[in-house]
């Protein structure tokens, strides 16, 4: 059981007042407030230990070193990676997916060949394959779905060609929290012989991830979307993969030899990480992933869950309420339009009464156009929100309602 008076008071910001009105902050699919001991971490780093890692032999560069390092395991020990060199450090899950389109395209595809996405896919997920397009000729194919927001699995097995070179994919929808039976997807692209690529941002967050037991060649992630920084995320990839895919940038830690007449690559995982690393990021995700790993996945994912329910029951007697996304298995994510109301005015005067939740289209346009729609709201939740806030919530829609 979470103790979730306590765990408030871990979130400082969570106690602020917005137009005089308690803050009730439902907009964690965006970004997810920091607990205290990540903020100090960030502090502690740079008033502590800051100095450019790897190669300094002095002693602040080699903690710093040290530090890093250790981030990078507690990485690989929280989603169950079999080795810390699979793990690669990312500005996000955007770069992570652009890495994987880039250097996969250019090693393993030719004009013509094919990569499945889903209807439901971030613009993340679509546009650096997009880019790919353009300049080598590849071509996307797409997994629908029913009206429940759920994809048709026997669709997805029709869309494999000889041509199909990877699957990428959501485990969970930003807009309309479906969980996708992504262990199931991934073994049926292993039978075609096609590797697979997991869109983690909405799923690690909120549910236990061993990528050992998915199987998928890789997995990416957001570090402000689990209550760490922003500006820092995770690429995991099987070594072998990572081996085979030629690097995305170049520069800086990536090399391990460089003359006029040739560069020598560095070895996993460095070789992915061009540049200067973000050292402090990265030893502050991992505290946001201790931080998580005490109160448990097991726990978050259930009180999410209960907190889920109480929200959609609620939600649904408001008189002219549509829900968008109805799938039986389904994260703590509610997308919804209240008659015709449009979804920036309510989110708006949601706004005044001190309610964060999100509006517009939410990097899915293409789910947009599917749905018929222009956008919607919508409210995520996390292991800091309450009934009480769903309380507020439900009685400042109302309010709304009753001003159109």
Not at 4 to 11: H, L, M, T, V
Not at 315 to 328: C, K, N, P, S, V
Not at 332 to 345: K, M, Q, R, T
Not at 363 to 378: D, H, K, S
Request: glycine share 8%.
């Amino acid at each position: 059981m979470l103790d979730i008076e306590n765990i408030r008071k871990d979130f400082p910001i969570l106690s602020h007042r917005i137009y005089d009105k308690p803050l009730v902050y439902l907009d964690n699919g965006a970004t997810t407030q920091k607990p205290r001991c990540v903020v100090e971490k960030i502090a502690y780093e740079y008033y502590n230990v800051n100095a450019n890692i790897h190669r300094g032999v002095h002693f602040l560069s080699q903690e710093a070193t040290e530090a890093h390092e250790e981030a990078r395991k507690t990485v690989q020990r929280f989603i169950h990676a079999r080795s810390s060199n699979e793990i690669i450090f990312t500005r996000g899950t955007t770069e992570s997916i652009n890495l994987i389109a880039s250097s996969f395209t250019d090693e393993c595809m030719s004009e013509g060949d094919e990569v499945i996405v889903s209807v439901m896919e971030h613009h993340s997920n679509i546009v650096p394959w997009q880019i790919q397009a353009a300049k080598k000729g590849i071509t996307l194919r797409v997994i629908p779905m029913n009206e429940k927001g759920e994809l048709l699995l026997d669709e997805y097995e029709k869309l494999f060609t000889e041509k199909t070179r990877l699957v990428s994919v959501t485990y969970v929808s930003n807009v309309l929290g479906t969980i996708n039976p992504v262990k199931e997807m991934i073994r049926i692209a292993h039978e075609h012989g096609v590797p697979v690529l997991i869109d983690g941002a909405q799923s690690t967050p909120h549910m236990k991830v061993d990528v050992q037991d998915l199987d998928a060649e890789f997995y990416v992630f957001s570090g402000h979307k689990v209550y760490g920084p922003a500006g820092i995320g995770v690429l995991y990839g099987k070594e072998e993969w990572l081996d085979r895919l030629p690097p995305y940038q170049g520069g800086g830690e990536m090399i391990a030899t460089v003359s006029f007449e040739k560069t020598v690559f560095n070895e996993l995982p460095y070789k992915f990480e061009a540049g200067t690393p973000d050292y402090v990021g990265s030893t502050a995700l991992a505290e946001a992933l201790r931080y998580v790993d005490r109160l448990g996945m097991k726990n978050i994912a259930a009180y999410e869950q209960e907190l889920l329910s109480y929200a959609t029951q609620k939600l649904q007697a408001i008189e002219g309420m549509r829900i968008f996304g109805t799938a039986a298995e389904k994260g703590a994510v509610i997308s919804f339009l209240v008659g015709n109301i449009h979804h920036y005015d309510m989110g708006m005067l949601l706004d005044r009464l001190g309610i964060a939740v999100r509006t517009g289209h939410h990097c899915a346009q293409p789910l947009m156009q599917a749905l018929g729609i222009e956008g919607t709201v919508r409210a995520s939740l996390s292991f800091y929100n309450t009934k009480e806030e769903i309380d507020i919530l439900v009685a400042g829609i109302e309010r709304v309602r009753k001003m159109f």
